[in-house]
């Protein structure tokens, strides 16, 4: 399965697993699956039939509350049965809603935000110490980076030259119910890890070949751990969920929500790619294609104000604005 199959693959499962279940964060599934694929199809060494192989990669993804994103990834790359995945956030199953390590292919529980980058950075000092030809990846949120302890580790890693360390950020410049630039500023970004003494690599993070060369990139450095910048869309692939702040806690509801879901990701489905859920589409779909704007999924409902601090974001434009005045 190539990474663009495996991507589609995890939105698919993404949406049907929150759906299932009525659990959260169907944005943040979105935007970082195809981080997540090109991962998995591409650049980590595993072995699905010995989850503890001494000389896999390690992988963490730090924001935890992602993690039907990786329960997807695990499932298709052989590690589990698929038909489990339908169990995620149920009573007594192993999927559990933030990342689990009784999970086969995890390396470490997930989910309180600020934690990964730290064990990250110990166990790529323990594999160098041990003369380990593999390497530890992590996948943070932009604003998981709010976290002091991600900074001590970034610190760590450079001062121990842990160029087998490879950080991904999943920089879709929204956290919990608003920007990163109304929560705590943090552009200019790029040039934060560079004092830190990381390699920086920025790139469009919903881009596979993108994606790909910085990899290849990272790998290759001898001297520095390496930060890639991904920038992506939180809810992509699903219109309605785009950038849309609601969706971060959201998931998609029987009718509308659902159908208009499925059959968006149905009409970019990859050729030789087969949905277990609904195979061939849904069948006279309710599409709700008259929203007025005042639905109660959408951001034009959700008018968060506040009197101390002014606001400085109100759309993505003004995100990039406020990238350049940085």
Known sequence: MNSKQLAWKIRRHGIEMTHLSGGSHIGAILSVADIIAVLYADVLKFDPKNPKWEDRDRFILSKGHAGASIYAALAESGFFD??????????????????????????????????GLSVGAGMAHALK?????????????????????????ALFANHFRLN?????????????????????????????????????????????IQLNNAFENAIAQTQKPTVII?????????????????WHYRFPHEGWEYDTAVTELHKNKPEDVEDVYTPNGIKNPNLNTELDGKDHTMTETWNPSF????????????VEKCKEEN
């Open 164 to 208: 087998n360390l490879i950080a991904i950020i999943d920089h879709n410049r929204m956290q919990s119910l608003d920007y990163n630039e109304n929560t705590l500023e943090i552009e200019d970004f790029a040039s934060k890890w560079k004092a830190f003494g990381w390699n920086v690599i920025e790139i469009d993070g919903n881009d596979h």
């Open 82 to 115: 698929v038909d489990e995945l339908k169990t995620h956030y149920q009573n007594a199953s192993r999927l559990s809603g933030h990342v689990s390590h009784y999970v086969p292919g995890v390396d470490l529980s997930t989910g309180s935000l600020g934690h």
């Open 230 to 246: 991904a920038n992506t869309i939180k809810g992509k692939g699903i219109s309605f969920m785009e950038m849309d702040i609601l």
């Open 129 to 153: 110490k041990d003369n380990k030809d593999c390497r530890c990846y992590v996948v943070l949120g932009d604003g998981e980076c709010n976290e002091g302890s991600v900074w001590e580790a």
């Open 307 to 318: 009197i101390e601090i002014p606001r400085r974001v109100n759309s993505l434009a003004d």
